[in-house]
């Protein structure tokens, strides 16, 4: 695999990195505003103090690229963002984050994604969301030269990218392919309905497909993890891996075997971002040359510890620290 990264002017979080491999992460990316604790919406024309309002980055590739950071594995972002405030913010935070933001498309005229969050007194998450941006990425903004350079490439957020899912998707998957990378898809939940149409033509070119258990069953149409495995399988995928929520996840490898490996039990504060943080731990796995069982080990790790806090990347910790409990299997 490629280079070797010099650690000198990365932030203190990534001062050990030690990625030898070219990490490359396409797909959505956006601003969220947090407001809470809203109790419903204002009467119409009125004003309702509240006591927070925040602005995060969001969006599976923003995310999977942070927390690869704080796995200390540098990565490129592609993607594609407005030149707006948010857009500013977005391409900043990435920055200061050590993500590589060279294959960030901005463009004059549309908008940034962003996400008005709407966190109820109880917790309860409610969204308004602006596609902006992530719906017009399209072929053109992608570099296939950075793709082309990658020894990783994931795409993350697949399904929420109008007009790159299918078959444009399954171009970029199969160009990284075909220089040697080894390929990682996500999806997200498919508001356009299409699902398997869009998905289907990628799974040839993917080395490990991961959807969450919500997202293979609607692909699928079959409601056991084993089940779904072996529909992405037969039509081409070489590893699957079902994210299962705080029971873990499903591996079938591509010589067939099947494992389960379970979530560490942790008091789950937040699970925004908990996809992206497992998708961003199995991909450190895979730098470190580990299999794939391991990897999905690692992947529960990071997804768990994501959950103990607040926010898409605020429990994500070194790979030093996730390691050790990954083999300590203990988690506050
Ligand atoms: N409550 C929990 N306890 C422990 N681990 C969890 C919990 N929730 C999620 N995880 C870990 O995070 C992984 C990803 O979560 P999930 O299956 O919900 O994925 P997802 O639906 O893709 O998430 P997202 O909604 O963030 O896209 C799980 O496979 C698991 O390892
Ligand atoms: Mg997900």
Avoid at 98 to 116: F, K, P
Avoid at 266 to 276: H, L, N, Q
Wanted: one cysteine or more; charged letters at 20%.
């Amino acid at each position: 695999m490629g280079r070797q990264v010099v650690s000198s002017d990365l932030p203190a979080h990534q001062e050990c990195v030690v990625s030898s491999s070219k990490v490359v992460v396409l797909g959505i990316v956006c601003a969220d505003v947090i407001a809470r604790p809203v109790d419903g919406m204002p009467e119409r024309g009125l004003m309702v103090p509240i006591d927070q309002l925040e602005l995060h980055t969001g969006g599976c590739a923003a995310n999977v690229g942070i927390d690869l950071s704080r796995l200390g594995v540098v990565c490129s972002i592609l993607g594609k963002i407005g030149r707006d405030g948010f857009g500013d913010f977005v391409l900043h935070t990435l920055e200061q984050e050590g993500v590589d933001v060279s294959g960030l498309r901005c463009a004059g005229g549309i908008q940034t994604s962003a996400t008005v969050v709407l966190v109820a007194p109880d917790g309860e998450r409610s969204f308004l969301h602006c596609l902006g941006a992530n719906a017009m990425f399209v072929s053109e903004d992608v570099d296939m030269e950075l793709v082309r350079s990658a020894d990783i490439l994931v795409v993350a957020g697949s399904l929420l990218m109008p007009k790159l899912d299918g078959e444009p998707t399954a171009e970029v998957l199969r160009g990284a392919r075909e220089s040697g990378a080894v390929t990682l898809l996500d999806t997200a939940w498919d508001a356009s309905g299409r699902w398997m149409k869009s998905i289907e033509t990628c799974l040839p070119f993917c080395d490990y497909f991961l959807p969450s258990e919500a997202e293979a069953a609607m692909l699928s149409g079959v409601t056991e993890p084993e089940a779904m495995a072996a529909s992405f399988v037969a039509r081409g995928a070489r590893n699957v891996i079902i994210k299962l929520g705080d029971k873990g996840c499903l591996l079938r490898t591509e010589d067939g075997v099947i494992e389960h490996v379970a979530a560490p039990v942790v008091s789950a504060v937040d699970t925004t971002g908990a996809g992206d943080a497992f998708v961003a731990g199995f991909t450190a796995g895979l730098v470190h040359g580990w299999n794939a069982s391991r990897c999905a080990q690692l992947a529960v790790t990071v997804g768990a510890m994501c959950v103990t806090a607040t926010g898409a990347s605020s429990g994500v910790r070194s790979f030093a620290e996730t390691v050790q409990v990954m083999e300590r299997e203990e988690l506050m």
